[in-house]
Structures are given as C-alpha cells and as structure tokens.
C-alpha cells in the first residue's frame, strides 16, 4: 500500500472531544503536561465479543506497545492470526524522555477503551504521544488524508506576518527532510514545530510535511496559530507578536475564541495545552537558534 493511496477515505468518523469548554480560565497546566487530549477518532464498526477473544487479543497489543515504550519512541507491531488480528503503533513526540514517553503511552489504552469502546479501530493524539490499533484488513487511507485542524480565532495584525510564517514553515520543511521526522524552529517570533511517523522515509516524511505547510496556509489563513494532523505528520506553529514572556508560558490566547476547525470546536483546554507545550519548543529553539531560522 502506497504513502499515497487511499482506499475509504472516509473509514474514521474523528469525533473532537471539546473537554474543558467552558472552564478556561480556571485551566493551569504544568510545562510538562503532555497528556491533553487532541482529537480522538473511532470506527464505526464495533466487534462482537461473547468469548472476549477479540478484548484480550487487543489488550495483549497495548501491553506490547506500553513495554516498548520506555525504550523508543516509535512502535509498531501485531498480536492475535487469522481474523481475531490487530496491528498497532504508537508514536511519542520526538523531544520527550523514554520515561514520560512510557507515562502517556501509557494512559491510552484506557483512554480509547473509555473513548471509542469496542470498535474495529480507533486513534487516540494527546500533545505528548498518540496510539493507532486496527483490525486485520481495516480499510487504508492515505498518508496526508487530514484527520484534524483547529486555527486560533485571533488574525495577525499588521502586514509582514505572512512572510514570515511562511519563512518559519520553509524553514521546518527543510529541517525535516534532512533531519530524524521530528524539527522544531522559529523565525521573528513564528515558532514551528512538525513530526513524521517513524516509518516514514525522509522524502516521504518531506511530502507529508509540505502537505501539512499547505493545508495551514489555506486552512487558517492569518491565524496566529494553528494545528495540522494528517495520517502520518502533523505541523503546529503559533505567533507571538509582541514577543513571549519566559514567566508566563500559558500566557497568550487565553479566553479567545478557538476558531475554525475540521469538525467539533476543541475546548480551551486542549488549546491552552498547546500553547504550554509549544512553550517548552519555544524556550529550546531560542538557545539553539538564536539569530537563525
């Protein structure tokens, strides 16, 4: 099956969790928190289960992906024969240690048990890591397809932000080509960060990530920031005009509308989340980029 194709593009319904809504300016979230949810996406098959075959068969696949997990940062792997069969993999984010990459592998299988219950296939993405199971002979889609995007409901003020976000999205296309499936950067104050999954090759991950470059420019527009998840990378970036304060890393885009998305508004949580996360990218990048791209 190729990096491209795509049999049913429309085999997930990718239902938004809008959890938090409603609640954010109360949300305080440590720079370490990498387990909000993103977006999560179920099958709408279930399997039948009276012997419990197919529930144990499962379980022995995230307790597969839950050990390797303290070791890589990318996983994939089967468990079960025949028609009771499920592959499975599991990704964390290219900058996070092999002990929290095994804490928020870790908090998945529940989370999609909870989520999607007993369906054929399901995908769970927090900030930190994400976990993808399917039934054996679940339809294939293509590597680019869109699974979710959400655009800061806040445009840019002022000419000039065009260019250089474009500039900071052509600086992460080139670092990921060249580089391991996971860049972070920033130019004049527009920090990117994209990841690939770890099956990808470079020239396929470089396709992915241009994809994702091109859907946010048209998606969001002049948004100052924004998210990307296709099938196999993601691109996130976020501007911050007036510079960011190393004191108050949530700061930013508290209380504001959301903005467009893909499907279901995603709760403030999950959009303060990022905005924390991308913090800790943004702290990096200013040690190690000083002055570049």
């Known amino acids: 099956m190729g990096f491209l194709s795509s049999n049913n593009p429309f085999c997930f319904v990718f239902v ?3 959890f938090g809504f409603g ?4 949300v305080t979230i440590a720079a370490s928190d990498y387990s909000t949810l993103v977006y999560r996406g179920c099958a709408k098959q279930t399997f039948l ?4 075959v197919y529930t144990q068969t499962l379980l022995s696949l995230f307790d597969s992906l839950i ?5 890589t940062k990318f996983f994939k792997t089967s468990s079960g024969g025949g028609q009771v069969s499920f592959s499975g993999v599991f990704q964390c984010r290219g900058d ?3 002990n929290d990459c095994y804490t928020c592998v870790s908090k998945l299988p529940e989370m999609l048990s909870k989520l999607c219950g007993k369906t054929i296939a399901g995908r769970v993405q927090l900030h930190g890591c994400s976990l993808h199971y399917e ?7 293509s590597g680019i397809e869109l699974l979710y995007k959400t655009c800061g409901g806040s445009n840019a003020a002022g000419g000039g932000f065009g260019q250089r976000r474009d500039t900071a999205f052509a600086a992460v296309e080139s670092g990921m080509v060249s580089g391991n499936g996971f860049y972070a950067t920033s130019f004049e104050s527009v920090y990117v960060l994209a990841q690939c999954e770890g099956s990808l090759s470079n020239g396929d991950c470089g396709v992915c990530v241009k994809s994702a470059v091109q859907k946010a420019e048209v998606e969001c527009g002049n948004s100052i920031s924004g998210q990307v998840y296709l099938n196999k990378c993601y691109i996130s970036y976020t501007y911050y005009p007036n510079g960011i304060s190393r004191k108050s890393p949530s700061g930013g885009g508290t209380g504001q509308n959301p903005g467009k998305t893909l499907a279901i508004v995603v709760g403030g949580a ?7 996360i991308l913090f800790m990218f943004i702290r990096s990048v200013m040690k190690k980029h000083d002055g570049k791209y």
Do not use: E, R, Y
Not at 23 to 26: A, D, E, G, K, S
Not at 270 to 276: I, P, S
């Open 16 to 18: 938004i969790t809008i």
């Open 23 to 26: 609640f954010l300016p109360n």
């Open 49 to 52: 289960d009276p012997a419990g």
């Open 67 to 71: 050990s390797q997990s303290s070791k």
């Open 96 to 98: 996070l240690s092999n």
């Open 135 to 141: 039934l054996n002979g679940f339809p294939q889609i």
């Open 270 to 276: 999950a959009a303060v989340g990022f905005g924390v």
